[in-house]
């Protein structure tokens, strides 16, 4: 079993920052890949970033790379997304997850997919 809690969505004007936060807790999280992904009205689920908990390598979609940063503190269990540059179009709910689903397929889930932990999703509003 997989606990996962984010916080830190808001709203923020174009080009400005967030951070979320991710806290993660459970058994065997090496056994998982642990991400992010956004779900915004009208458009597909999108696979924004994930680690995986077994060698650490970070991954991200093409849409977010050079804005986004994702980061851990493991002595908080805490997952972090840092997110520069927004734009309208990173408006959606952000959800932290973990699957054992590989790392690298992250973001080829198809949209029927269902992790198998998921956190209840912090809003992410980008607008002037």
């Known amino acids: 079993q997989v606990q996962l809690l984010e916080s830190g969505g808001g709203l923020v004007q174009p080009g400005g920052s967030l951070r979320l936060s991710c806290a993660v807790s459970?058994?065997?999280?090496?056994?998982?890949?642990v991400g992010w992904f956004r779900q915004a009205p009208g458009k597909e689920r999108e696979g924004v970033s994930c680690?995986?908990?077994?060698?650490?390598?970070?991954h991200y979609a093409e849409s977010v790379k050079g804005r986004f940063t994702f980061s851990r503190d493991n002595s908080k269990n805490l997952m972090y997304l840092q997110m520069n540059t927004l734009t309208p179009e990173d408006t959606g709910v952000y959800f932290c997850?973990?699957?054992?689903?590989?790392?690298?397929?992250?973001?080829?889930?198809?949209?029927?997919?269902?992790?198998?932990?998921r956190g209840q999703g912090t809003q992410v509003t980008v607008s002037s």
């Open positions: 459970g058994y065997n999280l090496n056994d998982y890949t």
């Open positions: 997850a973990a699957d054992r689903v590989a790392a690298g397929a992250w973001f080829e889930l198809p949209q029927s997919y269902r992790y198998d932990f």
């Open positions: 680690i995986s908990m077994n060698t650490g390598i970070i």
